[in-house]
């Protein structure tokens, strides 16, 4: 199994910045990728930014030149620093890993979810 441990998060003014980090442990093989998805009530999930092994990044246009995504591959950790924060960045954020358990053998995993709150 694999579990994906979120930090982070918070509350932040408009116009401040927050740091996420998401740790993935267990049975891993590799990692294909991992990343960020952010969530408002009645709405779906959304792809905040992606990180490859390969090193290639890919962000949500509503984030791109504030938001920087980063990973440590020796300890599986992925980090989301978010600067020049706005309201509607408010969500729920989720960590998510595409990972190989076994020769052939990838799924998806979640972590359990950081509120962000950005308001004054």
């Known amino acids: 199994q694999v579990q994906l441990v979120e930090s982070g998060g918070g509350l932040a003014q408009p116009g401040g910045s927050l740091r996420l980090s998401c740790a993935a442990s267990?049975?891993?093989?590799?990692?294909?990728?991992m990343g960020w998805y952010r969530q408002t009530p009645g709405k779906q999930r959304e792809l905040v930014a992606s990180?490859?092994?390969?090193?290639?990044?890919n962000y949500a246009d509503s984030v791109q030149g504030r938001f920087t995504i980063s990973r440590i591959e020796a300890g599986n950790t992925v980090h989301l620093q978010m600067n020049s924060l706005k309201p509607e960045d408010t969500a729920v954020y989720y960590c998510?890993?595409?990972?190989?358990?076994?020769?052939?053998?990838?799924?998806?995993?979640w972590g359990q979810g950081t509120q962000v709150t950005v308001s004054s």
């Open positions: 998510n890993g595409r990972i190989y358990t076994a020769p052939g053998r990838w799924n998806d995993y």
């Open positions: 267990g049975t891993i093989v590799s990692i294909v990728s």
């Open positions: 990180r490859t092994s390969g090193g290639s990044n």
